[in-house]
């Protein structure tokens, strides 16, 4: 019987997946050279983040020091690597948070329906109206002192409804399909059509919004960096060099631009990768 | 569902006070905290009543404009409150204008021959216009066009109001207008675009074709107006996220719009300031999204048939 299940899952793969192209590739690696700069940062070979050389303030590019040094004579590249690990724990944490709430739920809901999907897809269409973004600088504002937990949970818990909405409409899609249907009219558990039907068909359009999802997070986690709602200095996260650096860019352009141009290709290679395996899947029915 | 969302964001509100650690009055008040402050602040928020009677008591006041007197400024926040928020929309309206001038041009262009040579360098250059954080497109602006070209009033500190000058005005508000109409830009072109390519594959659309209408008056009276729900709909959620992503360009460029006075108002801890505010603001975006949604009733009344 199961293998009458799995002919019927591979049937429905869809038969020319778009190739993923070598961009893809070097955009993975680009976000695995951050993963492990961002984990590894202590045991590199990088000056001391928060060293202030005051014998080379403002240096340019170089051999001694990569990227140069800010204002204080800290090494710029030490301090983006560093950085990276503010970007990338806030971006993984709050989403480790979402769709550790938000995915469970809106699979559960788009199978079982009922009053169960009403309610709670109610509750979620309430809270997606309020500004998740003032709510978050509202709470990270009241919520005193700021603490990099805080604002992984805060942001976490504002991207519920978000991912709640995406997996619901992404599992209805998939439950109405006949081998759904097939499974449960051969009698399946409930506990198997969701781990062995469902789940592997909405995994890839879960993991492509992730990435475009951690990608928004490292831009919010920069703006509240600006707003001084992010980790507190001298604790280097990009948004908070780009934000140090504003008041003396005319002299020193690159304190701005190293940072600037280390989140930017981060956040293209997430949007890139996420962009790319959605349409590999090839789901045109899901809005972001 | 509208009364449902606002009193769930009231109710948001009026509790962020209540994050605070330690007593609320010691936090309101800040560095005003005497006994006569101390005394009004008690009577005015019933704060030694049950929680739920503070709510209302809280509620009552929002209703009739009377948010509450800052202890720091020694301000009505009502009246700090309409002297920014002219400052936001202008700058909404000015962006707004900017990405639909832009977007809806370039979507038709695209969508007429898709993956031809400038869909293909449209799709990549507003992917790549994606992956740029606003705060980043302001702080490289400022770089290079207040500082190194030198050009009046567009630098930091430099916001010169509507009423005093209106091209220095213009000026100043130029550069935060275009960086908010370049992230709009994006998100409406490609909403837009996909759109507009799967209108096109519509029976009526073959329909005209075959009466021999011109391509352009095709795409203007068949396409565009049915292709525009989503568009709307988009605005709508984009124009939200458009008042917070504004108060960091606001913030960065010291424009005294709501955004950088609830960032000042942080700073100083001026909670009550900081409350009312939030609580504009979001009322302000659910008004937004319902409007809208009632112009997508009227753009196309097929979805309210359903």
Wanted: aromatic share 10%; glycine share 8%; charged share 15%.
């Amino acid at each position: 019987m199961s293998e009458a299940l799995d002919e019927f899952t591979l049937m429905d793969r869809p038969e020319k997946n778009d190739p993923l192209g070598v961009l893809f590739w070097i955009c993975l690696g680009w976000l695995g050279l951050n993963i492990f700069g961002a984990v590894f940062a202590n045991l590199l070979p990088l000056p001391d983040p928060n060293f202030g050389n005051y014998s080379a303030i403002n240096a340019s590019p170089g051999l001694h020091h990569l990227l140069g040094t800010d204002d204080l004579g800290r090494d710029i590249f030490s301090r983006i690597v560093f950085g990276s690990r503010v970007s990338l724990a806030v971006g993984a944490g709050a989403m480790i948070i979402g769709f550790g709430i938000g995915a469970p739920l809106g699979m559960l809901a788009a199978y079982r329906r009922g009053r169960f999907d009403a309610i709670l897809t109610a509750l979620m269409y309430v809270l997606l109206a309020f500004p998740a973004i003032i709510a978050t600088i509202a709470v990270l504002s009241f919520w005193t002192p700021r603490a990099l937990l805080k604002i992984i949970i805060v942001i976490g818990l504002a991207s519920v409804p978000v991912v709640y909405r995406v997996i619901r409409t992404a599992t209805m899609n998939i439950a109405t399909k006949d081998y759904v249907i097939a499974a449960r009219i051969q009698g399946a558990t409930d506990r198997r059509i969701l781990f062995k039907e469902l789940l592997p068909n909405v995994a890839p359009i879960g993991v492509s919004f992730l990435l475009i999802g951690v990608a928004t997070v490292v831009i919010l986690e920069g703006a509240l960096a600006f707003l001084g709602l992010s980790v507190n200095p001298p604790t280097p996260s990009w948004g908070n060099m780009i934000n140090e650096s504003r008041t003396v860019m005319a002299q020193n352009p690159w304190l701005v631009i190293f940072p600037s141009l280390a989140m930017c290709l981060l956040l293209l290679c997430l949007n890139f990768i996420g962009d790319r395996l959605r349409s590999h899947f090839d789901v045109t029915e899901v809005k972001l | 569902m509208l009364l449902a969302i606002v009193f769930v964001v009231s109710v948001g509100s009026f509790y962020l006070i209540h994050l605070l650690p330690g007593d609320p009055a010691v936090v309101i008040l800040g560095t005003g905290d005497n006994p006569h402050n101390r005394a009004v602040l008690y009577k005015e928020l019933g704060l030694n009543k049950p929680i739920w009677d503070q709510y209302f008591i809280w509620m009552k006041n929002i209703v009739r404009g009377n948010f509450g007197t800052s202890f720091i400024s020694q301000t009505s926040v009502a009246s700090t409150i309409r002297a920014a928020l002219p400052i936001d929309v202008e700058l909404i309206v000015l962006s707004q204008i900017l990405a639909f001038a832009a977007a809806i041009p370039a979507a038709m262009r695209s969508a007429r021959h898709p993956d031809g040579p400038l869909d293909r360098l449209l799709g990549a250059t507003s992917f790549t216009l994606l992956s740029i954080p606003p705060f980043i497109i302001i702080v490289l602006l400022v770089l290079f066009i207040a500082i190194k070209l030198q050009i009046p009033h567009t630098g930091p500190s430099s916001y010169v109001s509507l009423a005093s000058d209106w091209v220095g005005n213009l000026e100043s508000l130029a550069l935060p207008a275009f960086t908010l109409a370049i992230a709009s830009f994006v998100v409406y072109y490609r909403v837009l675009r996909s759109d507009l390519i799967a209108t096109l594959q519509e029976e009526f659309i073959t329909l005209a074709r075959s009466k021999g209408l011109s391509s352009r008056r095709i795409m203007w009276r068949h396409a565009f107006r049915p292709s525009s729900v989503a568009l709307l709909g988009t605005a709508a959620v984009n124009i939200g996220g458009l008042l917070a992503g504004g108060f960091v360009v606001q913030y960065l460029l010291a424009i005294p719009g709501l955004g950088y006075t609830l960032i000042a108002a942080i700073a100083q801890s001026d909670y009550l300031l900081v409350q009312g505010i939030v609580l504009v603001v979001s009322v302000g975006v659910i008004a937004i999204n319902f409007l809208f949604d009632f112009f997508i009733n009227l753009i196309d009344p097929r979805i309210s048939r359903e």
